[in-house]
């Protein structure tokens, strides 16, 4: 079965700081793999997927990711942050075989003025 | 578009009471998901509906957990005999597609305080 690990369960940073969300996932098979922003006391929203392509994916709020096959990774990442990305955010995979996603436990994103 | 509606938004119940949760899809969304999360953690699968059919339960879902998409609408959540262990937000989901790859969109939650 798939699983995910998110190598950092806390990041914090400076606004306008560049940040680097760390994602491995492990498969057997091809997977699909998703990023989900969770702001306080709302519901998980998508920023952005990887289904097959270009290895370089740009999501919303300026966020983009890299698939990387060979390191089984899928970073997070966002040039210059502001202070309205403070969040929780979580990776998913998801495979061919299964009809579930499976999350990672998330990185608190927290960013400091 | 009013997005994914989940009610109560907070329940506190005893142990040994039964509790259940609703979740309002978006409107013609064909797929609905239900997970948990507990605190520290990310969502867990729980069941999916593709409209009325449920067709995968996790080994998450004990024989105290039910849900239901009677007229592949709107779903209920039903937990019998509550325990400390439930104690989690439920989280529900709903795509308009048949593809895991089509994008969930998430309700607010449920979250449930079992004393």
């Known amino acids: 079965a798939q699983s995910v690990t998110q190598l950092d369960s806390q990041v914090p940073v400076f606004e306008e700081a560049p940040v680097e969300l760390r994602c491995n996932y492990s498969s057997s098979v091809s997977v699909y793999l998703f990023w989900y922003v969770q702001y306080p006391n709302q519901g998980l929203q998508l920023l952005l997927k990887?289904?097959?392509?270009?290895?370089l994916v740009k999501g919303i709020n300026g966020f983009e990711a890299e698939f990387n096959k060979s390191q089984t990774s899928f970073h997070l990442r966002k040039p210059s942050v502001h202070i309205s990305d403070t969040a929780e955010y979580f990776c998913?995979?998801?495979?061919?075989?299964?009809?579930?996603?499976?999350f990672g436990a998330g990185t608190r994103l927290t960013v400091k003025p | 578009d009013t997005g994914v509606s989940q009610d109560p938004r907070h329940k506190i119940t005893k142990r040994g009471q039964n509790v259940t949760f609703r979740c309002d899809p978006i409107?013609?969304?064909?797929?609905l998901y239900w997970y948990r999360q507990t605190l520290g953690q990310g969502p867990e699968f729980l069941t999916y509906f593709q409209n009325e059919a449920q067709l995968e339960k996790s080994r998450l879902l004990s024989d105290r957990f039910s849900a239901e998409r009677p007229k592949g609408s709107f779903s209920t959540l039903e937990i019998q005999r509550t325990e400390q262990g439930d104690s989690a937000m439920y989280l529900c989901?709903?795509?308009?597609?048949?593809?895991?790859?089509?994008?969930?969109?998430f309700g607010p939650g449920t979250r449930l305080t079992v004393l």
């Open positions: 998913a995979v998801s495979d061919y075989n299964n009809n579930d996603m499976r």
């Open positions: 409107s013609e969304h064909n797929r």
């Open positions: 990887y289904l097959s392509g270009s290895t």
């Open positions: 989901a709903s795509s308009i597609g048949l593809a895991l790859t089509d994008t969930q969109y």
